[in-house]
């Protein structure tokens, strides 16, 4: 198909649709079928409204829509987002606010380049921003990019990675979400291998295919059944001439939208019912739940050619990253080489994209990285979309996350000033508490222990996560002690946190003291009444 203009027939079907959409709320809406005692033309009103929106937001790039986010002492602080870096096939964005300190956490999310825009991390960006700065990949369309700036594959995509976390520095914390996690894991390993004071400290991998063949989905199926040749001939097509990137062969966004549909077609087409029967009976609004979400879902991008064809070939064919073989500009890149950076693996129990297994299977790859800095959680009934957005995101991976970062932290945490304790209390409770969650329980009498004057784990100007159940080391061909894991190896590491029995001996020993010193009181009084 890159010779016939099917891209240009693709986007004539779309303005169609959306044209006829338009029309039919046109008709549907007008003031002399509001006569009619009859519920088709409110139907056929609710319809078009519903086409017409969804046809449009095929080809508009979302905005952030991050204006303010609310600091930890209740005062709103405006959010600008900010290019960095800029480059002809994607920039590096920084999320400013306004009026307050830089935060010791600094987070580098690694968007997809999978469909669709980075905004789909939105809720992500929105989650992290009170408690760490954030940085985020933002990959452009491919239609918008002249032929002259030349091709962008895999490897160009790695180097991509390469320079953003060289141009954050060390103690910058990678998050890299589904489609990145394999070159995220090869971008560290080049960078271990060259500039390890560039390294980040730590790597988190989100439902990422590191390994397609650990678990079967209809993505690695889809992946094993058809042939480099068919891909190559069915759907990669020809940017039309009403773009700037006119003339580069592209896999079209649409084509992408409508797999990721096909995965789940009787959900959407039940979604799109229910959204036409609330306008109908006038009880949807703008902002509703399902304008939200399709607004966002809908909104797709093109990915060249060469990208979409070697991250098949390479990623889900030959397994270039599992089997440890994956080349930038024909130099193997070893993971093994990764031997200070602190790697955490998520995955959902519900994934149908990215089944439980498939990141999982960058551990072993890390042969030179002690059992100590490896870490894995499975969060239970969640989907891929849930575990980096949504209720099981929030409640339950961010604070695991965000504790992982701050025990891995290579730099000592900044300590809190004087305007706010509050940050100071907080993260004192929040390391205790995790702590208490971990141990056994304590008895309720307990003589005071010189335990008391165990240092406790540095404190942070930064709001710290929801105390959660610690998380569990993962398994490497042998046990690794979870205690162990946590403790930080390095010299330069925060103390170790307060156990259970710490935190509750004050408090205790402050009460023997009471008892001891009572009756010496008493005794004082006596003599003063004797000696008057």
């Known amino acids: 198909m890159r010779y016939t203009p099917t891209y240009d027939i693709m986007e004539t079907m779309r303005n169609t649709n959306q044209w006829l959409g338009a029309t039919a709320t046109a008709i549907g809406s007008n003031p002399a079928t509001g006569l009619v005692p009859n519920p088709f033309f409110r139907m056929l009103a609710a319809w078009g409204e519903v086409t017409e929106r969804a046809f449009s937001?095929?080809?508009?790039?979302?905005?952030?829509?991050?204006?303010?986010?609310?600091?930890?002492?209740?005062?709103?602080?405006?959010?600008?987002?900010?290019?960095?870096?800029?480059?002809?096939?994607?920039?590096?964005?920084?999320?400013?606010?306004?009026?307050?300190?830089?935060?010791?956490?600094?987070?580098?999310?690694?968007?997809?380049?999978?469909?669709?825009?980075?905004?789909?991390?939105?809720?992500?960006?929105?989650?992290?921003?009170?408690?760490?700065?954030?940085?985020?990949?933002?990959?452009?369309?491919?239609?918008?990019?002249?032929?002259?700036?030349?091709?962008?594959?895999v490897e160009d995509y790695t180097q991509y990675l390469v320079d953003f976390m060289r141009h954050m520095g060390p103690d910058t914390h990678v998050i890299a979400v589904c489609q990145p996690a394999p070159?995220?894991?090869?971008?560290?390993?080049?960078?271990?291998?060259?500039?390890?004071?560039?390294?980040?400290?730590?790597?988190?991998?989100?439902?990422?295919?590191?390994?397609?063949?650990?678990?079967?989905?209809?993505?690695?199926?889809?992946?094993?059944?058809?042939?480099?040749?068919?891909?190559?001939?069915?759907v990669i097509q020809r940017v039309g001439f009403n773009h700037a990137g006119a003339g580069r062969l592209v896999y079209p966004g649409l084509l992408q939208l409508s797999s990721f549909i096909s995965m789940n077609t009787e959900t959407h087409a039940q979604a799109f019912t229910n959204q036409i029967m609330?306008?109908?009976?006038?009880?949807?609004?703008?902002?509703?739940?399902?304008?939200?979400?399709?607004?966002?879902?809908?909104?797709?991008?093109?990915?060249?050619?060469?990208?979409?064809?070697?991250?098949?070939?390479?990623?889900?064919?030959s397994r270039d990253i599992a089997r440890n073989d994956f080349t930038v500009a024909g130099r193997v890149v070893d993971i093994g080489k990764i031997t200070d950076v602190a790697v955490k693996i998520v995955e959902g129990e519900n994934d149908d994209i990215s089944a439980p297994g498939q990141c999982l299977a960058a551990l072993p790859l890390l042969t030179g990285l002690p059992d100590s800095k490896k870490f894995s959680h499975l969060e239970p009934g969640a989907g891929?979309?849930?575990?980096?957005?949504?209720?099981?995101?929030?409640?339950?991976?961010?604070?695991?996350?965000?504790?992982?970062?701050?025990?891995?932290?290579?730099?000592?945490?900044?300590?809190?000033?004087?305007?706010q304790p509050v940050a100071a209390r907080s993260d004192q409770t929040s390391v205790s508490t995790a702590e208490v969650q971990e141990s056994p329980a304590t008895p309720k009498v307990a003589p005071a222990a010189p335990k008391a004057e165990a240092p406790a784990k540095p404190t942070q100007a930064d709001i710290p996560p929801t105390p959660v159940k610690a998380e569990k080391p993962a398994n490497i061909d042998t046990p690794v002690n979870p205690k162990k894991a946590e403790t930080p190896v390095k010299a330069d590491s925060p103390a170790k946190p307060v156990s259970a029995e710490v935190v509750a001996s004050p408090a205790k020993a402050d009460v023997s003291t009471a008892r001891a010193t009572a009756p010496t009181k008493q005794s004082k009084r006596a003599k003063t009444k004797r000696a008057k």
């Open 57 to 153: 937001r095929m080809v508009a790039k979302p905005d952030w829509d991050i204006d303010s986010i609310l600091n930890f002492d209740g005062r709103d602080m405006v959010v600008t987002a900010k290019p960095e870096l800029r480059l002809p096939f994607g920039d590096l964005i920084r999320f400013d606010v306004s009026g307050r300190p830089a935060r010791s956490r600094r987070i580098l999310l690694v968007a997809p380049m999978s469909g669709h825009y980075a905004t789909l991390l939105r809720s992500t960006v929105v989650s992290l921003l009170p408690d760490a700065d954030v940085w985020i990949t933002d990959w452009h369309n491919a239609r918008d990019i002249p032929v002259s700036e030349g091709k962008f594959d």
């Open 183 to 234: 070159l995220a894991l090869a971008a560290t390993a080049m960078l271990a291998e060259d500039s390890p004071e560039a390294q980040p400290a730590t790597l988190t991998l989100i439902g990422g295919p590191i390994d397609p063949d650990a678990a079967d989905t209809d993505v690695t199926d889809f992946g094993r059944r058809v042939t480099m040749g068919q891909l190559e001939r069915y």
């Open 278 to 317: 609330k306008i109908a009976q006038g009880e949807a609004g703008e902002h509703d739940k399902h304008n939200k979400f399709y607004d966002e879902y809908l909104a797709v991008m093109d990915m060249t050619a060469e990208f979409y064809l070697s991250t098949v070939e390479r990623v889900f064919k």
């Open 384 to 419: 891929h979309y849930g575990i980096f957005a949504g209720k099981s995101w929030r409640n339950n991976i961010r604070p695991l996350v965000l504790d992982f970062i701050d025990r891995n932290s290579k730099t000592t945490p900044a300590q809190p000033n004087a305007a």
